[in-house]
C-alpha cells in the first residue's frame, strides 16, 4: 500500500497527461438496450483511426450530473492517452428516485437489492463497446464510490474486463465470498472518508490478491471521501495521473 504525501502529489501533477486538446470534448450519446429499458451511454473518443482500447466509468450515487466536471477530468486524462471513454448511466429512473429521496437505510437496502442488475446493465455496456468497429477488445472499468461497488462486481462476474481501478469503493458484501476472478486493480482511498471507510477498500484488496490478481491501494492522508472531485487539490490530479497511467499499461493505446 502506497501512501501519498503533499510532495509525491505535486509531482504525479507534473506527470499528469492531460492534454488541452481534449478539453471540451463533444460527447457521442449511444443507447443500449437492456432487459430493464435502454441505458445511456456517453462516449468520449481518443483520437486516431486505430482500434482503441476503452474504459468504462461508473459514477457514484449521485450520478454524472452531481459534477461533471469531476468526471469529465478523468475522461479527458484517458483520451489523451489514446484510451476511448464511456460515461455509463447504469441506474435507472427508478434507481435514481430511490437514492436522491428516500432515509439512509431505504437507500441502503435498495443499493443492496440493486448489486446484481447493476452489474449486469454494466455488462451490457461491455457488450456493446466490444461489438463496436473501433474496439481493440480491451476494456477497464472505472468506478466512483457505489458505482466501486458495481464495477468490482462486474468484473467478478465478467471475465471480458481487463483490468479495474476503483476509488473510494469496494465490493458488495453478498458477493465477496463470490470472487474466484479479478483483473489487475488499483483502489485509491481517501484516509479520513467517513462515506466509505478505508477498510472497504482494503478489504477488495485483500480480495483480489487472494483471487491471484495483481492488486494496490494507495492511501491520502487526510483526505475524505470524494476527494478528487476537488478542482485544485494536487492530489485531485495524483489520483487521475495514476488511473490514466494504470490503464495506459493493462489496455495499451491506440
Not at 481518443?46 to 449521485?62: E, F, T, Y
Amino acid at each position: 500500500m502506497h501512501k501519498i504525501t503533499r510532495r509525491s502529489a505535486l509531482l504525479g501533477l507534473a506527470l499528469l497527461p492531460i492534454s488541452a486538446r481534449t478539453a471540451g470534448a463533444e460527447a457521442e450519446q449511444l443507447a443500449v438496450a437492456t432487459d430493464e429499458g435502454d441505458m445511456t451511454l456517453s462516449r468520449f473518443a481518443a483520437s486516431g483511426a486505430a482500434k482503441r482500447p476503452a474504459v468504462l466509468l461508473l459514477h457514484g450515487r449521485g450520478g454524472f450530473e452531481m459534477k461533471p466536471a469531476a468526471y469529465e477530468r478523468h475522461a479527458n486524462a484517458l483520451m489523451a492517452a489514446g484510451i476511448d471513454c464511456y460515461l455509463v448511466r447504469y441506474m435507472t429512473e427508478g434507481d435514481t428516485r430511490i437514492l436522491s429521496s428516500r432515509p439512509r437505510p431505504e437507500r441502503e437496502a435498495h443499493e443492496t437489492a440493486r448489486f446484481e442488475a447493476w452489474a449486469r446493465r454494466s455488462s451490457a455496456a461491455i457488450s456493446a463497446v466490444l461489438a463496436r468497429p473501433d474496439s481493440s477488445g480491451r476494456i477497464g472499468l472505472l468506478g466512483f464510490s457505489l458505482g466501486g461497488y458495481v464495477a468490482a462486481a462486474t468484473a467478478v462476474r465478467d471475465q471480458r474486463v481487463t483490468a479495474l481501478a476503483v476509488l473510494y469503493g469496494g465490493m458488495p458484501d453478498a458477493m465477496a465470498s463470490d470472487v474466484k476472478h479479478l483483473p489487475p486493480l488499483l483502489e485509491l482511498h481517501g484516509e479520513a472518508d467517513r462515506n466509505v471507510p478505508l477498510s472497504e477498500g482494503e478489504r477488495l484488496v485483500k480480495l483480489a490478491k487472494a483471487a491471484g490478481a495483481e492488486a494496490e491501494q494507495v492511501t491520502y492522508p487526510g483526505k475524505t471521501h470524494g476527494f478528487d472531485f476537488a478542482d485544485t487539490d494536487p492530489a485531485t490530479f495524483d489520483a487521475i495521473g495514476r488511473v490514466a497511467r494504470f490503464f495506459g499499461a493493462h489496455l495499451g493505446s491506440a
